[in-house]
């Protein structure tokens, strides 16, 4: 989510973004190339973190999210990519091959560091409520193009999506302090809790909870 520190007002008039039906490299590349020296992946990939790790980590996180009826948008200048996850699908079913395929490239000490940072972060869901969940999950902005709105536009339209068709976004992780602080008054997010390992003033990420929507 640090890509949203570039995009946060624009004069531009942006067009709305397209859903992905189909996995295709421009998108893993953006994605790959916008966390590059994120905290978060670096955190899970540990030394392995470069960009071939990430293409092929975001490959098989597109892929898996289309396979397992998440959604992925995008601008239709193919400029920004944003990936959203069911938590139904991670907390309720058995994970498909491609999963289990971004769980390799982590490989088990990272799929572990991923594990504890989601169970640090103190986000449960009420069982209840995790049906009509959805999670931002990865939001990626071309090199070259930030500073223009993209990653804003692309988040506010796409919460607002969700929201119409009844779903809730009960939190996000972001990447960094500065990041967290443009959640709020942008998104409705306010911060839940930075998650910090030993020995690091910094953290590797930061849990954002939302206020509820507007009806």
């Given amino acids: 989510m640090e890509e949203m520190l570039k995009t946060q007002i624009t004069q531009e008039t942006l067009a709305d973004p397209i859903k992905i039906t189909q996995a295709e490299p421009w998108q893993w590349e953006i994605l790959a190339e916008a966390f590059l020296n994120d ?3 670096n955190f899970w990939l540990g030394e392995k973190t470069s960009m071939a790790s990430l ?3 975001f490959e098989a996180v597109i892929k898996d999210t289309l396979d397992s009826g998440g959604a992925v948008f995008s601008s239709p200048d193919q400029k920004v990519v944003i990936v959203w996850t069911r938590h139904e699908y991670t907390y ?8 289990q395929r971004w ?3 982590l490989d088990p000490e990272g799929v572990k560091r991923y594990k504890w940072t989601y169970a640090t972060g103190d986000v449960e869901i009420d069982p209840s409520r995790i049906r009509n969940s959805m999670l931002p999950d990865y939001i990626g902005v ?3 193009t930030q500073g223009r709105g993209y990653g ?3 988040l506010k339209w796409t919460l607002n999506y969700f929201d119409q068709l009844g779903f809730e976004s009960p939190y ?3 990447s960094t302090r500065r990041s967290a602080k443009l959640y709020g008054p942008l998104m409705g997010y306010y911060i839940h809790k930075e998650i910090l390992i030993e020995n690091n003033p910094v953290p590797v990420g930061i849990f954002m909870k939302r206020n509820e929507p507007a009806q």
Avoid: N, Q, R, V
């Fill in 152 to 154: 804003s536009h692309i």
């Fill in 142 to 144: 071309k090199s070259g």
């Fill in 92 to 99: 309720l079913e058995s994970p498909g091959k491609w999963k």
């Fill in 172 to 174: 996000l992780l972001a």
């Fill in 39 to 41: 905290p978060t992946l």
């Fill in 103 to 105: 769980y390799e490239i």
């Fill in 55 to 57: 293409c092929e980590f």
